[in-house]
């Protein structure tokens, strides 16, 4: 049996640039910066005190009335009712904040996110465990009373990573299949992937896929900047990710959403959806090494990206029709990490071999910092609008080159592709070994 054809026929985002679809990728071809002093929390005292918040977010204003139910909840939540509504109501699907309407089955579309914790009710949390802290024990009826009089039950329960499915469902309307993964940094990449796979043997018709995160708090920072893996350039935090140039410390914190409507072709086509592009490939694999580093050869990452060119039917040593390279543009994982950025530049020189050098190859991290669970599914959305535009974004900061990562990282300022983007590639990578790629090409009959 033939394997069904997918497509996305919608999109939105919540980052740290903006919410508008049309509005934020202007923004990023301008290669602006979202990276400036944290403001949601006091950060002076710590070695890293910036990051790339989201900032004058209004749900009501994305959801419309629909939004006042969950303005109460964590910011993680919010970030993905707003996308999702946001990609919805660009497939035609519903207007923003409304359940899917007439002539779709609920049962025949679904949702899976990568979304992370909920975002931690931080100084409740601490006033609580402070009540229940006598010496070296803990005084539990002290610290129950304490929990009692100043945590809330929702905002607890928010912390479980499954009730922004919960929520997004029911916002909406979908009642098909449901997933929810934690693969970290590769999150919402696998949620995408594992969607088309649905929908192409016959699970689905549409699925909801993208993923949402925040770790913009005390815990969550504090946590990388222990492990040294973020940036600690305090004296000029717009300059501070620096994705493939030699100077780069680390990653910058971000925060955000995105999420995409994957369908059907022929559903799609019944209903006179707009197609934004073809679901190609899809690759998804495990270093099996070390949690906190990527297998040193980059063997995971090739072997993702060679299963998505594989399933796409591309052969990354051909050249195309038109004599360019099988792939117009890559969206790098590109963290700004010394071992992540030197590796993933390997991966695509063992896969393209001597083409490597004519891949275009960038990273919207140095613009957006680092959205962890939402990183892949927002840096996917880029590839959609790189076809549709014929424009790459740029990797800003990239001012001294280093000799191991010398692909065309098309460094400080966006290009125009003469021939236009037909094909791309989104990468996203996580700790654990987790890795995965996705392959988006434009739309033919």
């Known amino acids: 049996m033939s394997q069904r054809r997918v497509v996305i026929t919608g999109a939105g985002w919540v980052t740290p640039l903006g919410t508008d679809l049309d509005d934020v990728w202007r923004r990023l071809i301008a290669g602006e910066s979202a990276i400036g002093p944290i403001r949601r929390f006091e950060a002076d005292t710590f070695s890293t005190n910036f990051a790339a918040e989201v900032r004058h977010f209004d749900l009501v204003q994305l959801m419309g009335e629909a939004g006042t139910a969950y303005t109460d909840s964590g910011v ?31 049962r025949r579309f679904g949702i899976y996110l990568g979304s992370g914790e909920g975002s931690l009710d931080f100084e409740n949390f601490v006033a609580t465990n402070l009540a229940g802290w006598t010496g070296n024990d803990i005084d539990g009826a002290a610290w129950a009373r304490k929990a009692y009089a100043c945590m809330t039950a929702k905002r607890e329960i928010e912390q479980e990573p499954h009730v922004a499915i919960s929520y997004v469902a029911r916002a909406f309307g979908l009642r098909g299949p449901a997933f929810n993964c934690m693969t970290a940094c590769a999150a919402s990449t696998q949620a995408v992937g594992e969607a088309f796979e649905l929908i192409r043997h016959g699970d689905a018709e549409l699925m909801l896929a993208g993923g949402s995160h925040s770790m913009i708090h005390p815990l969550g920072m504090t946590g990388f900047i222990r492990l040294t893996a973020m940036s600690t350039r305090r004296d000029d935090p717009s300059t501070a990710a620096r994705p493939f140039d030699k100077t ?24 006179g959806a707009n197609i934004l592009a073809e679901v190609a490939g899809f690759g998804s694999t495990a270093d099996a090494f070390r949690i906190t580093d990527i297998q040193p050869e980059g063997q995971g990452a090739v072997a993702a990206i060679r299963r998505a060119l594989a399933q796409a039917g591309i052969d990354p040593a051909l050249r195309d029709a038109s004599g360019r390279a099988p792939v117009h543009y890559v969206s790098a994982h590109g963290t700004g990490t010394q071992e992540n950025d030197g590796i993933e530049t390997t991966a695509i020189k063992t896969v393209f071999g001597e083409l490597a050098p004519e891949v275009p190859f960038s990273s919207v991290k140095s613009m957006m910092g680092h959205l962890i669970q939402a990183a892949g599914a927002v840096e996917l959305i880029t590839c959609l609008k790189a076809i549709e535009t014929g424009f790459l974004p740029p990797t800003i900061n990239l001012n001294t080159p280093d000799p191991e990562c010398d692909l065309d990282h098309v460094p400080n300022r966006a290009r125009q592709v003469e021939g236009g983007v037909e094909v791309c590639l989104s990468n996203s990578f996580g700790f654990g070994g987790q890795n995965d790629t996705i392959c988006v090409r434009k739309f033919r009959e």
């Open 76 to 106: 993680g939540i919010q970030f993905a009712l707003g996308a999702a509504s946001a990609a919805i109501a660009r497939a035609g699907l519903a207007r923003p904040g409304e359940r899917v309407g007439d002539g779709i089955d609920p």
């Open 248 to 271: 780069r410390d680390g990653f910058v914190m971000g925060e955000g959403a995105g999420m995409v409507v994957l369908e059907e072709l022929e559903h799609a086509q019944q209903r």
